[in-house]
């Protein structure tokens, strides 16, 4: 006994080392990195609305003699807008945005658990709940979970909010600009698992590239799931409604993973939809049996 826990001891002590020597911090301002991200707005019970645009910076500012590098938005009209500049230093991120004189800290990733990060729009405070190591692109980050359900990862930023406004409220209709990727020199650093990631970015649909005739939904009553067959690795909505035009499900699955759990659903007759970027790609029935 005494031999494994001295084993585990050493492998434990192994990898802290590895991981010390791996891990860097991450600067966020860098003229190589592109940010995507959408913005997504709830519209009814089961339609939103997705508008897509990217983030870069380009070119210097000096404003009250301090050096600044400037943040550009491009939507999918190609035009870009100037809106806003940033510095970092000592792990500590500042804007002044477009139009503002005010200097705003927006990140600081020096922060420990328990230790809280004044809100940069009001007086209220966050509190960073957790810190956890993460790979990303093959190198270790440190990734800060806080109180206001917002995440941070070094080198990136925010994952749940805009870039430049972290830790903002959002409202009960919006569920808020989420990021999307991160890419360096077109090289893919980071990417969202969320169900509203868009591969064109700019809401063109992709149903002329799905073949429809090859699109099968089934229900397996051995696992008590239904199937989706035939799908692109893309994004979709998948709705189930009763003959009378009740619906009873509504679910965001990717081509990836294309089965669902239907445990809650009762024994009978379903109507089903399957849609990518509001357009219906098929229409069809499923018969759900129990046991």
């Known amino acids: ?72 938005q491009k939507d999918c009209s190609e035009k870009s807008y100037y809106i806003g500049a940033i510095r970092e230093r000592d792990k500590k991120v500042y804007v002044i945005y477009n139009g503002d004189e005010q200097e705003r800290l927006i990140y600081n990733f020096n922060l420990v658990e328990g230790e809280q990060m004044q809100d940069p729009y009001c007086n209220h405070n966050h509190t960073v709940t957790k810190i ?30 805009f870039f430049l406004y972290p830790l903002s409220p959002v409202s009960s209709y919006d569920l808020g600009i989420r990021l999307n990727y991160q890419k360096k020199n077109n090289e893919l650093i980071y990417i969202g698992e969320d169900w509203y990631f868009n591969d064109n970015e700019c809401n063109e649909s992709a149903v002329a590239e799905i073949d429809k005739d090859a699109i099968h939904i089934i229900f397996n009553s051995a696992n008590n799931q239904i199937q989706i067959k035939g799908l692109l690795n893309k994004s979709y909505l ?6 009378n035009g009740k619906q009873s499900m509504i679910h965001f699955i990717d081509g990836y993973s294309n089965c669902i759990n239907a445990n809650d659903l009762i024994a009978g007759l379903y109507v089903c939809r399957l849609s ?12 759900i049996s129990k046991e």
């Open 1 to 72: 006994m005494k031999t494994i826990n001295v084993i585990i001891f050493c492998l434990t002590c192994f990898i802290f080392q590895v991981q010390s020597q791996v891990y860097q911090y991450h600067f966020i301002i860098d003229e190589e990195l592109l940010w995507s991200y959408c913005d997504i707005v709830k519209r009814d019970v089961d339609s939103y609305d997705m508008t897509y645009y990217q983030l870069r910076f380009n070119g210097d500012s000096i404003i009250n003699e301090t050096q600044y590098k400037k943040v550009y």
């Open 132 to 161: 956890e190591m993460v790979e990303i692109a093959g190198s270790l980050r440190k990734k800060f979970n806080l109180s206001s359900y917002d995440t941070w990862i070094e080198g990136i930023g925010s994952l749940e909010r």
């Open 238 to 243: 998948f709705e189930l409604m009763d003959l």
């Open 276 to 287: 990518h970027n509001k357009s219906i790609i098929y229409q069809g029935k499923v018969l």
